[in-house]
T-cell receptor
Framework: EAQVTQNPRYLITVTGKKLTVTCSQNMNHEYMSWYRQDPGLGLRQIYYSMNVEVTDKGDVPEGYKVSRKEKRNFPLILESPSPNQTSLYFC?????????????FGDGTRLSIL | GDSVTQMEGPVTLSEEAFLTINCTYTATGYPSLFWYVQYPGEGLQLLLKATKADDKGSNKGFEATYRKETTSFHLEKGSVQVSDSAVYFCALSEGGYGGSQGNLIFGKGTKLSVKP
């Protein structure tokens, strides 16, 4: 089954404790992306990757890092999490990122930073 | 910059009622337009899409027509069911033009509740 898998689904942690949210897709997609969803703001892009070893900032990249060492994986790293990063996070992928290709989303990771 | 504006919710309807969720957009190029649906506790699923002016996307009884003259992509369904209760997001993508990065620009979402 074609899917985007995120882990963990839920995480409660404390300020400053480094964490990684993993994302993996099995569709051989070149393009992958991270979004955060906040009430009243919709979804906003954090980082994206056009292919292996190619990453770039989205609209709200501050406080986050990503890497793309393999095509299927695109982890999101919070080196020093802060409470304003409490949010619902989604990983997504599409074949190339071209405009007519819909993105496939994971089920989300709910992060609470205390 | 690009933006999407959709009607604010929540929207509450009775089963079999007609649904319209308004969506308008601002874009510099020739975007593709999407409707995504988010059921409780789940990720976003593509509901339908349209990639050029006058295209009509349709799926599961939902329809939306890409209107370039009014920069709109309103979602409609003739007879809603309880199972349609979800949050609906309108989105656009200009990926592939002018070096843009395939970013989906989302509206804020409209929560639909359908009562039996």
């Amino acid at each position: 089954e074609a899917q985007v898998t995120q882990n963990p689904r839920y995480l409660i942690t404390v300020t400053g404790k480094k964490l990684t949210v993993t994302c993996s897709q099995n569709m051989n997609h070149e393009y992958m992306s991270w979004y955060r969803q906040d009430p009243g703001l919709g979804l906003r892009q954090i980082y994206y990757s056009m292919n292996v070893e190619v990453t770039d900032k989205g609209d709200v990249p501050e406080g986050y890092k990503v890497s793309r060492k393999e095509k299927r994986n695109f982890p999101l790293i919070l080196e020093s999490p802060s409470p304003n990063q409490t949010s619902l996070y989604f990983c997504a992928s599409s074949p190339t990122g071209f405009r007519n290709q819909p993105q496939h989303f994971g089920d989300g990771t709910r992060l609470s930073i205390l | 910059g690009d933006s999407v504006t959709q009607m604010e919710g929540p929207v509450t309807l009775s089963e079999e009622a007609f649904l319209t969720i308004n969506c308008t957009y601002t874009a510099t190029g020739y975007p593709s337009l999407f409707w995504y649906v988010q059921y409780p506790g789940e990720g976003l699923q593509l509901l339908l899409k349209a990639t050029k002016a006058d295209d009509k996307g349709s799926n599961k009884g939902f329809e939306a027509t890409y209107r370039k003259e009014t920069t709109s992509f309103h979602l409609e369904k003739g007879s809603v069911q309880v199972s349609d209760s979800a949050v609906y997001f309108c989105a656009l993508s200009e990926g592939g033009y002018g070096g843009s990065q395939g970013n989906l620009i989302f509206g804020k979402g409209t929560k639909l509740s359908v009562k039996p």
